[in-house]
T-cell receptor
Framework: GAGVSQSPSNKVTEKGKDVELRCDPISGHTALYWYRQSLGQGLEFLIYFQGNSAPDKSGLPSDRFSAERTGGSVSTLTIQRTQQEDSAVYLC??????????FGEGSWLTVV | RKEVEQDPGPFNVPEGATVAFNCTYSNSASQSFFWYRQDCRKEPKLLMSVYSSGNEDGRFTAQLNRASQYISLLIRDSKLSDSATYLCVVRGINYGQNFVFGPGTRLSVLP
């Protein structure tokens, strides 16, 4: 597609369940980022992938959060044993060689 | 100290006003600078890159002062459609290739 694609766009899950969020970056973009934004708050960096290099996981808030990027393209962010404080919009972005980043529309997660 | 800081806002201005946003960053090794715009419940979108010599795009002017580690955005003749949150974004080698976002300043342009 032309832009960054994320799915699902909305997800309501029960506390304690695992969720998977998917990101399909812009074709050819080597860098992929995950950010989180709680309501009314700024963007919080989670994880960054660049080509075949080891990902920068320094922003992951706990070991319940993990992410993979398969084949240098699609990425999946997994949250295990979800908590209410995980409720937020999860934004994926991609860039070409570290230039301007382009965001998807986000996955809105609500933990009830 | 946060890596990127911005005016806390919000700014409420009448149509036609000129409004200025300020941003400071802490890492002197920062290499690239941007302003993004985020509408309510939408994803951030690039407004403009910021170059050392300053740059202008229509009603928008961006300035960079590396010595002071300061970035600004000026909006002239503001429109109702300019209402959004403006995000200052910095990227530098010391961050890896990560982009660091400021907390944003919300602007409301009033009729």
């Amino acid at each position: 597609g032309a832009g960054v694609s994320q799915s699902p766009s909305n997800k309501v899950t029960e506390k304690g369940k695992d969720v998977e969020l998917r990101c399909d970056p812009i074709s050819g973009h080597t860098a992929l980022y995950w950010y989180r934004q709680s309501l009314g708050q700024g963007l919080e960096f989670l994880i960054y992938f660049q080509g075949n290099s080891a990902p920068d996981k320094s922003g992951l808030p706990s070991d319940r959060f993990s992410a993979e990027r398969t084949g240098g393209s699609v990425s999946t962010l997994t949250i295990q044993r979800t908590q209410q404080e995980d409720s937020a919009v999860y934004l994926c972005a991609s860039s070409l060689q570290g230039n301007t980043i382009y965001f998807g529309e986000g996955s809105w997660l609500t933990v009830v | 100290r946060k890596e990127v800081e911005q005016d806390p806002g919000p700014f409420n201005v009448p149509e036609g006003a000129t409004v200025a946003f300020n941003c400071t960053y802490s890492n002197s090794a920062s290499q690239s600078f941007f302003w993004y715009r985020q509408d309510c419940r939408k994803e951030p979108k690039l407004l403009m890159s910021v170059y050392s010599s300053g740059n202008e795009d229509g009603r928008f002017t961006a300035q960079l002062n590396r010595a002071s580690q300061y970035i600004s955005l000026l909006i002239r003749d503001s429109k109702l459609s300019d209402s959004a949150t403006y995000l200052c974004v910095v990227r530098g080698i010391n961050y890896g290739q990560n982009f660091v976002f400021g907390p944003g300043t919300r602007l409301s342009v009033l009729p």
